[in-house]
């Protein structure tokens, strides 16, 4: 079946650092979306890409979807404490969204 | 406020007991979903609905049912709980048109002893 694989699973970094999660999938996705999950919380929406290739900014995080349409990528630039969570993607179709197995972001001051 | 709540947030319980997870949206959804979430494996689906009374098994149903029979309530059901279904369980709801939002519920800790 459809699998999503992300890595790394654990990252720590310095506050200020750059972090990227990657994001791959065994068959070819029709859209790729993004959650956040803060420690003791619950997944949040952060973003969809559906166009092969495309590029998509919210402030400091760069969201890129492949070309192929089977990976994809979340880049923080400089990192801050707020950033500490994690990070799933998720693709599929309309019914069955498959989740990523998730980046946990560990962000020291 | 668009909302999925979900009921109880943690409970204990022990093998074998039967017990029910309620999930509730308020946005007049489609599409509600059940995950369980465990280390290392991120968020696994356990049913989903796509309206009243269309169900269908996500990636790991066995040992739970569901139900749809109202637009808004999507109960998780344990007939007979085992301590491998212990875990963090999360209710969601979206529309089901494109470029829609998935919304997720608080979650609800699940402990079986």
């Known amino acids: 079946g459809q699998q999503v694989m992300q890595i790394p699973q654990y990252q720590h970094v310095q506050e200020g650092e750059d972090f990227t999660t990657y994001c791959n999938s065994s068959t070819t996705l029709s859209n790729i979306q993004w959650y956040k999950q803060r420690p003791g919380g619950h997944p949040v929406f952060l973003i969809q890409?559906?166009?092969?290739?495309e590029v998509k900014k919210q402030k400091r995080l760069t969201f890129q979807f492949g070309e192929a349409k089977k990976n994809s990528s979340l880049h923080i630039t400089a990192t801050q404490t707020t950033d500490v969570g994690t990070y799933f993607c998720?693709?599929?179709?309309?019914?069955?969204?498959?989740f990523g197995t998730g980046t946990r972001l560990q962000v020291f001051p | 406020e668009a909302q999925v709540t979900q009921n109880p947030r943690y409970l204990i319980t022990v093998t074998g007991k039967k017990l029910t997870v309620t999930c509730s949206q308020n946005m007049n959804h489609e599409y509600m979903s059940w995950y369980r979430q465990d280390p290392g494996l991120g968020l696994r689906q356990i049913y989903y609905?796509?309206?009243?009374?269309?169900?269908d098994k996500g990636d790991v149903p066995e040992g739970y049912k569901v139900s749809r029979k109202e637009k808004r309530n999507f109960p998780l059901i344990l007939e007979s709980p085992s301590p491998n279904q212990t875990s963090l369980y999360f209710c969601a709801s979206w529309t089901g048109r494109p470029g829609n939002t998935i919304y997720f519920g608080e979650g609800s800790w699940l402990t079986v002893v």
């Open positions: 998720a693709g599929g179709n309309t019914d069955k969204l498959i």
């Open positions: 609905s796509m309206n009243v009374e269309v169900t």
């Open positions: 890409l559906v166009k092969s290739g």
